[in-house]
């Protein structure tokens, strides 16, 4: 029986699990439940994408708050074990709070991902922070339908001055939601922003950048392949973005560095960034496809201390891990022949459908293919601001592998 403080508000809709699904993953912190798990009646079908309801169990107890969007095959998102939970600003703040404490804890700059959806509890929300200024990304639609409670509990906790909207997320669409961008409080930046990560600066573009503007989750990795690349070493860093790992290492040291990427506005940043850095005369970009500018350099016969790939996810579900397994196979092969003896290798994947060992199967078989005996030095994942909820595989989605050929 519930109490009177989990008693559920009697103005909610509620949608209940049929008898096979799996109610025990959920009461033990799994947080979604997909549409084949749900009763779908007229009753639930006719509720608005990213209602509010109360999820039951087959025999009627209550499992707590969920979003509903009965459009998608993952029809329910867990918000709160409180059924009678309300999600208005108190509730954010409190979140956003929580988030925090764990921020000042592991980062001692104001740059870095503050909310990283189910693992920080705020279901298909990514918030990413620079200075001032958070970037949102509301990627469900319940998360669209309460920006305004959202905004006020950021600016409340962060002090923040600007808060804006991103809405590039590939979930979106699946959603039901449009790819409109928004001011939702301040003003949007009329510059690049500058980010300092291990020893370099990045320019960030917040308004026209991918996803939020920067890739936070790679900053332990980018330290650890700097240290690879060594004194004077050369390095080439493939699908760089906005010059990621070329960058922090030529901030340690690196002699020079070669960034490839197949955008021109993501080059332009990062030859920015050079120059912010103080290395822009050991810095050179080549825009490309990856594939064929890996196979144009072996064909002039170019070698490096330290290659890098950072492709973006080739296997982003299920239905594409084989063919996404023979992209990163391919990477790896091509990568590898750029390899200077002794040198090394980092291969990275942000896929969640090919797990850390497929992804290193996969690569090595493509090491194996470019005729190259690799030791395993170090596997990587994402850093402290993306943590990862144990009972969801998929918030702990990147992997990085570094080798010595």
Known sequence: MTSPETAPRPDRPTVRLKPKAN?????????????????????????????L????????????????????KLIARMLDRDPAAVPDVAWFAAHIRHALALRARTHDTPHYRLIHAEADGLPGIVIDRFGDTCVVQPNAAWAEAHLAP????????TGVAHVLKNASGRTRALEGLDSENAVLAGKAPDAPVEVPMNGAVYMADLTGGQKTGLFFDQRPNHAFAA???????????VFSHVGGFALAALAAGAGRALAVDGSAA???????????SGVAERFATRRGDAFETMTALAAEGATFDLVICDPPAFA??????????????????????????????????????????????ASARGIGRAGRNAQVLHSGQAGPDHPMLPQLAESGYLKAVFYRL
Not at 26 to 51: I, K, Q, S
């Open 227 to 237: 240290r690879l690349a060594g004194k004077g070493g050369a390095v080439l860093d």
């Open 23 to 51: 109610a025990r993953a959920l009461r033990h912190g799994f947080p979604w439940v997909y549409a084949n798990e749900l009763v779908t009646d007229r009753r639930t079908r006719a509720l608005a994408p990213g209602a």
């Open 316 to 361: 982003p579900s299920k239905q594409a891990l084989d063919a996404g397994l023979r992209a990163y196979e391919r990477v790896a092969r091509l990568a590898a022949g750029l390899v200077a003896p002794g040198g090394y290798l980092g291969l990275c994947s942000c896929s969640h459908a090919a797990d850390l060992g497929a992804f290193r199967a």
């Open 150 to 157: 959202l905004t006020e509990a950021l600016i409340l906790e």
């Open 53 to 72: 309801a109360v999820l039951e169990d087959d025999a009627r107890v209550p499992l707590g708050l969920v979003t509903v969007n009965p459009g998608s």
């Open 266 to 276: 993501a080059l332009e940043l990062a030859e920015a960034g050079a120059r912010a």
